[in-house]
């Protein structure tokens, strides 16, 4: 359904070295499926999903939706194509307008996109259906964001991102700020709206728990690159990287443990860390297939 090719992102700061946030990514995200996209904190997971929605242009690479090429759109082609690709973030009190009230939030999608509502629907009946399905009250949605808990804030980000009944839903840490509990509360009511909805996510996270809860396949990312990806690969992880971290369930957070500028130019990523590191390894190996998934691991490539 969405797919990434090729993409890189290079942001040259003025003054500083530049950094290479997101490094050859291919992504693909069927039609109803969940990715979950796990990694350490700053290895270019966010960046990564705002190239797949052209929020920020790639440097190299392009994206595909549904078929249709979508660099080179313009504005608002690319308006046309977002109504089916909704985000829900990781902090929701920054996505709300903390001067409307939740409803005004909540059916904000329908005055940006007015053709959405079906003839003879009213937005009121819409709200209604909306606060049901996220599991939120109907006194709930007259509140400003500053009265609501942090979980029934994001319940009201969520029923903005399905209001148009989107293809894709990106997850970029939705769970993150919260407390244990209301974390649960909130994948569980994820994964009820994709049963409902029939949409695909792309879960975001730096929890391999979360991971492992909620997604069909996983990408692992280190470094700006995907590093493994595939289905039940936190259970039986092949590269390095992942198995370090499922070496260390229920930890929390994943720390960045790269220190700046460390990197051998034109080596594999992973490769100032790795116990199995060889000669090879000094020059960056391809993304290819082993056993029914993705690794980028010279161990792999060649066996």
């Known amino acids: 359904m969405i797919e990434g090719r090729g993409l890189t992102k290079v942001f040259n700061p003025p003054g500083k070295n530049r950094i290479i946030a997101v490094d050859n990514v291919d992504i693909r ?56 690709i909704q985000i829900v973030s990781q902090q929701p009190e920054s996505a709300l307008n903390p001067r409307w009230k939740i409803a005004d ?3 904000e999608p329908f005055r940006i996109h007015p053709d959405s509502l079906p003839p003879g629907s009213h937005m009121g009946e819409k709200l209604e259906k909306l606060l049901e399905l996220v599991g939120l009250e109907p006194e709930q949605a007259f509140r400003y964001p500053h009265q609501l808990s942090g979980g029934e804030l994001q319940r009201a980000v969520i029923a903005r991102a399905i209001a148009l009944e989107p293809a894709l839903i990106i997850c970029d840490e939705p769970t993150s700020m919260l407390d244990v509990s209301t974390q649960a509360a909130i994948v569980r009511l994820l994964r009820t709206l994709q049963s409902r909805l029939g949409c695909a996510l792309l879960f975001i996270t730096h929890d391999q728990g979360l991971a492992h809860a909620i997604g069909d396949r996983t990408a692992v990312m280190f470094g700006g690159q995907i590093v493994e990806e595939g289905r039940e690969i936190l259970d039986k992880p092949f590269h390095p990287f992942t198995r370090r971290i499922t070496s260390f369930p229920g930890t929390g957070s994943l720390q ?6 460390t990197r051998v130019p034109g080596s594999c990523v ?34």
């Open 29 to 84: 995200i069927d039609a109803g499926e969940t990715l979950a996209l796990v990694g350490e904190s700053g290895c270019g997971k966010s960046t990564l999903s705002r190239l797949l929605l052209l929020l920020i242009p790639p440097t190299r690479g392009e994206v595909f939706f549904e078929g249709q090429a979508l660099t080179g759109l313009k504005e608002k082609e690319l308006r046309l194509i977002r109504r089916k």
């Open 256 to 261: 960045c443990t790269e220190p700046e500028g």
């Open 270 to 303: 992973y490769y100032q860390f790795c116990p199995e590191k060889t000669e090879k390894c000094l020059h960056s190996p391809d993304m290819l297939e082993y056993k029914g998934r993705r690794v980028r691991c010279h161990n792999f490539s060649y066996a």
């Open 105 to 107: 939030s909540i059916c």
